[in-house]
């Protein structure tokens, strides 16, 4: 008799049960489905912290320590130097922040908190101007080019113009669309002009079209990991089957 206990046969299980359990929201929410979503936000928040206590905590705030050993923590010779400024900063910080738990002394934990918010805004915002603002303007520059993109797509003179004229139109009006300044009339209501109003209704339909064109990309990723989760449970009885 087969081994009933094998990996591939429980981890198959296990995988179609969880399946169904998500599959059954479609139905309405219930146990089941709020049951598979807390052991998925369980095991990515476990995956989470683990990674980060082997591959961050461990190796920067516990090994030093152990590796000093309990006469280099009581002599200070751990904290010596630009790496024990650091030990001592990081424990310092982790240490208010274990005062978070406490309202009664909840504010003293605001300054790790402000660091983290800042440093991780400066990294966020930092990224997104050095790896998508600027880079994706240049390339919105060099498509304005009519020859150098003839040369690399093969088309031409009329469908380039079409080309530019739509990326100028859509990005101009879409901007636009953003600005709220406005003139005050007699009455002393703001109100746009006729010209900024008709613009702001271009970039308005960009802008239906490209959610439009994302909640289609996302709806059509949804149906394939669906079909990828339906073929995986035929899969699996097809494999108990063929096994018992």
Known sequence: M???LSIEIVGG????VL???VLSYLIADNPLFQLATHIFIGLTAGYAGTIALHNVLKPALLDPIIGAGVDGVLNGEIFAGEEGIFLVGAWLLIGM???KVSPSTSRWGALPIL???SVAAGAIVGGAITGTLIPQSITAMESLN???????TGETGFERLVNVLILLVGTLST??????SAQRGPTGEGSRSQFMKGVATIGQVFIAITFGTMFAGALMASLIALAERVESIGSFVDMVRTTF
């Open 2 to 4: 087969p081994d009933i």
């Open 13 to 16: 299980l296990i995988a179609a």
């Open 19 to 21: 399946t169904v359990m």
């Open 97 to 99: 922040l274990s005062l």
């Open 115 to 117: 660091i983290l918010v």
């Open 146 to 152: 009519p020859n150098a993109v003839t040369q690399q």
């Open 175 to 180: 901007l636009l669309y953003f600005r709220f």
